[in-house]
Each structure stands twice: as structure tokens, then as C-alpha cells.
């Protein structure tokens, strides 16, 4: 009954995210996919990074410590998208932003080299829910 609950409201107050997260499954179709407590979970090729996009998390191929705090971690992006619905697209600007751009600019400095990947709110909250909900480790 949560699988299903779970799976309704992010195929309806989630629809935006979960959308773009379906097509990103189908790009990743021919890679490893399990389920993941109630989210769809695909292995792809990036070594480090992690992807969500409402019930599809996209993890390190690598099956070892690592790939399940990242899973952790994406996962409680998931519960973000439950949560904000539509709104989770300013979770992913910030993600992406500061992922992509901001991050790597800091850790290149010498002042910030130091500076944790959950110095960033938004990425600070899918740890912790990740971590409240599964009782397990996240990354970062």
C-alpha cells in the first residue's frame, strides 16, 4: 500500500519531475535497474554522481559503500519531490547548480577545498531525510 501511495502522488503532485525522470530511464533502459525500497533504481556510468527525478534514482554502477550512501541520498531527494510536488523543480536548479558549477569552483579554491557537499541546503535536507527514512548512511 506505501509503494502504491508512493507511486501515485509522484505520478500526479510530482508529475514535472517524474516525467523527466522516466525519460531519463528510458536513455539508461539497457543498464541495471532494481527497486529500491518504493523508488526505481538505475546503475548508470557515472562513477560519482547521483540522480533524482521523482521516483527514479540514478546511482554509481559500482556496488560498494559508496553507491549506497549516494542511493541513500537520492532517495531522500525522492521525498523532496513527495513533499514540494511542482515546487521540486527550485530543489533541482539548486542541485544542479551547485553540483555542476559551484561546488567545483569551491573545492578549487584554497579557502573552500574543505567545504562539504551538504554546505547546500537543499542537499543537506535529501541527506538527512534519506538517512531519517532508511535508517542509513548518505553520502556527503
Known sequence: MKRFLYLLV????GLGQTTIGLFFFLIHIT???????????????NKYAGLSLGPFIFVPREENEYQGQVRTHEYGHTFQSLMLGP??????????GWGSFIFPILKGTKKYKDVKYTKC???????????????EKAAW
Open 10 to 13: 509522484q505520478f500526479t503532485w
Open 31 to 45: 543498464k541495471p535497474h532494481k527497486i529500491y525500497r518504493c523508488a526505481i533504481e538505475t546503475q548508470w556510468n
Open 87 to 96: 515546487l521540486y523543480a527550485f530543489v533541482g536548479v539548486v542541485s544542479v
Open 121 to 135: 541546503f537543499v542537499e543537506y535536507w535529501a541527506s538527512w531525510l534519506g538517512e531519517k527514512i532508511t535508517g
